[in-house]
């Protein structure tokens, strides 16, 4: 699986977008990107993933960029809840999930959402 | 989508002791998953826990040390052996998505203390 980098920490206000970056230069072209959160005391949380397209959920955005290489997570209106750990995950897939195919879990990026 | 139960939540325990933690899933899987979260780091993956075969360990975590049991498609144990201190984290199960969710699912953690 294609490693990603992530700065360590972001603060964002609440209330505002978040947009968090993800550079994963090595991808392949079978390697989906997903989006994990972790919420302090608990367990991880999936928030999405994508291809090459633009995703879009009730929770989040997913910004992919053409050549593929990075991506950013948006959480278009921040709340204090969303401060949690997120982590951006690239791994082979065909869009579901697979038996078998595991996680891999990088430093990912410590969210601060403040008043 | 899948829900886990996971237990114990935390527990305190002497070194040389051995921990069990248990991970109850409301729906069959065929793959389960065994994380470990040291104090202030990210996800780190012990094994892969498939029914009716021996676990797949990762490199670093060996069968001695957390031998696991997968008696049936929802539930699987792992044990944590001959405790010492540098055991102290938190220990995760994890299930695939099942279809009609996208995303793993992960328990709430057993957070362990050795002493």
């Known amino acids: 699986d294609a490693k990603t980098t992530q700065p360590p920490s972001m603060d964002c206000a609440e209330g505002r977008a978040a947009n968090l970056p993800c550079n994963h230069s090595?991808?392949?072209?079978?390697?989906?990107v997903y989006w994990y959160r972790q919420i302090h005391s608990q367990g991880p949380q999936y928030i999405i993933h994508?291809?090459?397209n633009n995703e879009t959920n009730e929770m989040a955005s997913l910004i992919i960029t053409e050549d593929r290489k990075s991506s950013t997570l948006i959480l278009p209106h921040a709340t204090l809840r969303d401060t949690a750990v997120y982590y951006c995950i690239v791994r082979v897939g065909d869009g579901r999930e697979t038996s078998g195919s595991r996680l891999t879990f990088g430093e990912g990026t410590q969210l601060t959402v403040n008043p | 989508s899948a829900v886990i139960s996971q237990k114990p939540s935390r527990d305190i325990c002497q070194r040389g002791t051995s921990l069990t933690i248990q991970c109850q899933v409301d729906s069959q899987v065929t793959m389960m998953f065994w994380y470990r979260q040291q104090p202030g780091q990210s996800l780190t993956l012990i094994a892969t826990?498939?029914?009716?075969?021996?676990?797949?360990?990762e490199s670093g975590f060996v069968i001695d040390k957390f031998p696991i049991s997968r008696p049936n498609l929802t539930f699987s144990t792992l044990t944590v052996s001959n405790m010492s201190p540098e055991d102290s984290s938190i220990y995760l199960c994890?299930?695939?998505?099942?279809?009609?969710?996208?995303?793993?699912?992960f328990g709430s953690g057993t957070r362990l203390t050795v002493v």
């Open positions: 994508g291809l090459k």
């Open positions: 826990a498939n029914q009716g075969s021996e676990a797949t360990y």
């Open positions: 090595t991808i392949s072209g079978n390697e989906y």
């Open positions: 994890s299930v695939e998505g099942d279809g009609s969710k996208w995303g793993y699912t």
